[in-house]
């Protein structure tokens, strides 16, 4: 199984989600999806279109 050695903040604020994958600062003002809590990426204001076989 590959472990991944990335930015972790950055797969929370990519699912929408709070993951707790660094702990404390998760829950403080410091964690990335409380700062910024759109996607990552240069088009991050943009929605994802919800495509009808997903639903």
Do not use: H, I, Q
């Amino acid at each position: 199984m590959a472990v991944y050695n990335g930015p972790s903040c950055k797969r929370c604020r990519a699912l929408g989600l709070k993951l707790f994958l660094k702990g404390d600062r998760c829950v403080s003002e410091k964690c990335a999806f409380e700062r910024s809590p759109y996607p990552p990426g240069k088009d991050k204001t943009s929605r994802r279109k919800l495509k009808s076989y997903t639903e």
